[in-house]
């Protein structure tokens, strides 16, 4: 089993910044590349960022695009920590962040953390 626990999520002015946390723990023995999705509602999920186990390949969704950093612990010990830097934050970023992982096959998620951005 492998548990995904995400942190940092808050209340921010719009124009502010958070730094989302998620870490792994458990049977993470595989490489595998990690995503923070978001969910508001009345919209769909949508995925916001991915980052390869080596963290040389990034995705951005173009919303997020140049406000968003995605980046993984470099320490061999803490590469199962990822971190979304969120920056210039807009009241449309508000949403449930959720962190994700497929490993071996698996899907797993966190159980999510808020960001509420104020305008």
């Known amino acids: 089993q492998v548990q995904l626990v995400e942190s940092g999520g808050g209340l921010v002015q719009a124009g502010g910044s958070l730094r989302l946390s998620c870490a792994a723990s458990?049977?993470?023995?595989?490489?595998?590349?990690t995503n923070w999705f978001r969910h508001a509602p009345g919209k769909e999920r949508e995925v916001v960022a991915s980052i390869s186990w080596s963290g040389g390949t990034t995705y951005y969704a173009d919303s997020v695009k140049g406000r968003f950093t995605i980046s993984r612990e470099t320490r061999d010990t803490a590469k199962n920590t990822v971190y979304l830097q969120m920056n210039s934050l807009k009241p449309e970023d508000a949403a449930d962040y959720y962190c994700?992982?497929?490993?071996?096959?698996?899907?797993?998620w966190g159980q999510g953390t808020q960001v509420t951005v104020s305008s």
């Open positions: 458990g049977r993470t023995f595989s490489r595998y590349t």
């Open positions: 994700n992982a497929r490993i071996a096959g698996i899907d797993y």
